[in-house]
DNA sequence: TAGATTGTTAATCGATTAACAATC
DNA sequence: TAGATTGTTAATCGATTAACAATC
C-alpha cells in the first residue's frame, strides 16, 4: 500500500467510499465508474480518481473499477485488516449503547473488554464482553496490547481517566465525553465524536435556511406592494 | 447578525468556539485575544478573526474579546436562541442513551416527544419525554411544528421513517443510522452521527502512525547493521 | 478496432495565513 | 500617549476540477 501523506478531507471521505461500496456489492453491483460513484455520493469523478490515487491504482482504462475489488482495498486503506484492540471505559447509556449496538467487529476491532465503576455492572457480561472494575484498568492494560480506548465516563471524569489511560501506555482515544482532550502538543490521537457539535451545526443550517425563506418572503411582499 | 455564505470549514469550527468559550466563563476568564484562543485550539489568530468577521465585529481594538459577549454572539450565530423544536425517533438503545444524557435545552432544542414501536415502552415517560406510538407520527406532526426529527430507529427502518417524515413536513434530520440519507438533489438537511466513520477514521490514523514507526525502526536498524 | 475510462498533470478555485492601517 | 489587538485586504498555500494521453 502506497502511502503519501494524505489530507484530512480525503481520509474523512474513505470510511464513505466503503459504506457506499457495501451498499452496492449488497445490491449486486459488480462494477463501477468513478463518473457514477461520483453521482451517488455528490462528488466529482475527478476527486474520486484522485482520492484513491493517493494509495495505489485500483482501476482499470476503459471499465471501471471492480467493487469488490475496490471494497477490499479501501478496507485496506482503514486499516480494517489489521485486527486492533479496543476496551471501552463508562458503561453507562452510551458505554452500553455501543456495546450492544455497534459492532466493532465488523470494522475489524475487537472489543476486549469494558471497565465501570457501578459494582452491580461489574463481573457481568454485554454482549459477550465481561465488565471489569475500573481499579483493574492498570494490570489489564500491563497484560494486554489496546490500541484503543473507547472514552463513555460522565464529563467530570474524563479528563481523570484519560490521564489514567495514557499513563498506562494508551495512544488513541475514542472520545464520547462533550470534554475537549485534545493537547496540541500531545501525540495521543483522538477522535471525537460530539454529539452537541453535530446539533449545532444542524442548528446553523437550519437557522440559514429560514433566513434565508423570510428574506425571500420579503422581496415577495415588496414586489406584490408595488404592483398594486 | 449578518449573514453572508460561510463556508463549511467555518460552520464546524463555531461549535468548537461555543465549548471553548463556555470552557474559559465556567474558569473566571473575562477576555480572551484572537492569539490566546488560537494557541488554546490550535488555530491561528488570522482564521479566528477571519471566521468570526463573517457574521460581524465583535472585538475590540487593543482589547481582544469579552468572553462573555462573544459566546453569546456566537450562540447566536449557531440559532440557539430560536428555540427549535425536535421528535426522536426510536427509543433503542441509542435513543434512551440521548434521552437520558443528552441535554436538548442546553443547546436550544426543546425535545417535544419520542415515537417508538415497542408496546412495552408507548406511553411511559423518559426524562420527562413523553414516548408515543409510532401510529401517532402523523397526526402529531399535523399538530405540532417540529424543526428536527432525531432518527434512531434501526438500520432497516431508517428509509421507511424518513419518508413518513419528509411526507409530512420534516425538513431537518439527525441522522444516528449508519443508512446514507442524503438524496443529492433533496431540500432535506441531513446531519450525520456516523460512529463507524469516525472510529474508521481513528483506525486510519493508527495505521499510518504504526507504518510510520515500523518504517523508521527499520531505518534505525539498517543504520545499526552498516556501522558493524 | 472503437469506445470508455483510468491515472496524472495542469489550471482553477477557495481557504488559510500574513500584513497592516485603524483604533481602543 | 504607547502598546495591544482588532477587522480587512493581499499573498500564499492547498484542494478541487478540468483536461488529456495512456490503455484496457
Redesign the interface.
Known amino acids: 500500500m502506497k ?1 503519501v501523506k494524505v489530507s484530512n478531507n480525503v ?2 471521505r ?3 467510499y ?3 461500496l457495501d ?1 452496492l456489492m449488497e445490491a449486486g453491483v459488480t462494477r463501477i465508474s468513478s463518473f457514477d460513484l461520483g ?1 451517488q455520493l ?1 462528488l466529482t469523478p475527478s476527486q474520486i480518481r484522485q482520492d484513491f490515487s493517493c494509495f495505489g491504482e485500483f482501476g482499470q482504462q476503459g471499465y471501471g473499477y471492480n467493487v469488490a475489488a475496490l471494497r477490499e482495498q479501501v478496507a485496506a ?4 485488516d ?1 485486527g ?1 484492540s479496543a476496551i471501552l471505559i463508562g458503561v ?3 458505554g ?3 456495546m ?3 459492532c466493532f467487529s ?4 475487537h472489543l476486549l473488554s469494558a471497565f465501570e465503576v457501578n459494582p452491580a455492572l461489574i463481573g457481568t457480561e454485554l454482549s459477550g464482553v465481561l465488565i471489569r472494575s475500573m481499579d483493574e484498568l492498570e494490570s489489564f492494560l500491563a497484560e494486554n496490547k489496546v ?2 480506548a473507547v472514552l463513555s465516563v460522565p464529563k467530570e471524569a474524563a479528563l481523570r481517566v484519560t490521564e489514567r489511560l495514557t499513563k498506562n501506555g494508551i ?2 482515544i ?1 472520545n464520547f465525553t ?1 470534554v ?1 482532550l ?1 493537547d ?1 502538543n500531545s501525540s495521543i ?1 483522538v ?21 434565508e425563506e423570510a428574506a425571500r418572503a420579503a422581496r415577495a411582499e415588496k414586489l406584490a406592494g408595488a404592483e398594486k
Open positions: 502511502r481520509i474523512r474513505i470510511p464513505r466503503l459504506r457506499k451498499e453521482q455528490g486503506i482503514l486499516g480494517m489489521r486492533f453507562g447509556n452510551i452500553r449503547a455501543l450492544d449496538n455497534f465488523e470494522w475489524g476491532f490500541d484503543v495512544r488513541a475514542w462533550n475537549e485534545t496540541p490521537l477522535e471525537n465524536v460530539h454529539f452537541s457539535d453535530s446539533l449545532l451545526s444542524l442548528s446553523y443550517y437550519i437557522s440559514e435556511r429560514k433566513d
